[in-house]
């Protein structure tokens, strides 16, 4: 198994573009998120998913869309950059009633 | 809302325990974790213990919690250099969307 890819590794963007960071698994996992990481502030939520065409917003959802057309993929898409979304970003899965979540690698999105 | 909060950094010398603390807020938290992340990768799960649980053990790792102060420790013995990274404490209410809270996370440093 491959687990949870995530691409890209690295994206630079300018204010106002927009770009999808893809995410996969091939767990079969129900559960799906996706996390930013800040310095000082350690992960927060995004958006997750706990199965295909369900999704909800996590703690800080502003300026991010997400769907869940299968079970494998759980893209997130930023509509409009802002240099206040420059992160790290995880997409993590898990299967219920184990609740481990396993992370992919990360995407470093840097706005300028 | 949940509040997670650990201190910033810990300094340890190879060989010696290393005692890494947490304090959550919201005492209808389910599971408690720990992850670990080395520099540049995701996040790994080291280990979690379930909140009715006062201690568990596995290998060098040993988790304790304290319910009634929402204290929770993770102690690594024997502390060796490939341990140096950032340590998350985390805790969940579990179910269905089994939301993640992220303390900001504790840097350990080993001196050779």
């Known amino acids: 198994n491959a687990g949870v890819t995530q691409t890209p590794k690295f994206q630079v963007l300018k204010t106002g573009q927009s770009m999808t960071l893809q995410c996969a698994q091939d767990m079969n996992h129900e559960y799906m998120s996706w996390y930013r990481q800040d310095p000082g502030m350690g992960l927060r939520l995004i958006h997750y998913?706990?199965?295909?065409?369900?999704?909800d917003q996590g703690e800080v959802p502003n300026g991010y869309n997400v769907s869940r057309s299968t079970t494998e993929d759980f893209p997130l898409r930023l509509l409009s950059a802002a240099p206040s979304q420059t992160s790290v970003y995880f997409c993590?899965?898990?299967?219920?009633?184990?609740?481990?979540?396993?992370f992919g690698p990360g995407t470093r999105l840097t706005v300028t | 809302g949940e509040d997670v909060e650990q201190s910033l950094f810990l300094s340890v010398r190879e060989g010696d325990s290393s005692v890494i603390n947490c304090t959550y807020t919201?005492?209808?938290?389910?599971?408690l974790y720990w992850y670990k992340q080395e520099p540049g990768a995701g996040l790994q799960l080291l280990t979690y213990?379930?909140?009715?649980?006062d201690m568990k053990q596995d290998q060098r790792l040993t988790v304790l919690l304290n319910k009634k102060d929402k204290h929770l420790s993770l102690r690594i013995a024997d502390t060796q250099t490939g341990d140096s990274a950032i340590y998350f404490c985390a805790e969940s209410q579990g179910g269905a969307t089994n939301k993640l809270i992220f303390g900001t996370g504790t840097l350990l440093a080993v001196q050779p």
């Open positions: 919201d005492s209808s938290s389910t599971y």
């Open positions: 998913s706990v199965g295909a065409g369900i999704t």
């Open positions: 993590a899965s898990s299967y219920p009633p184990i609740y481990e979540q396993y």
């Open positions: 213990i379930f909140s009715n649980m």
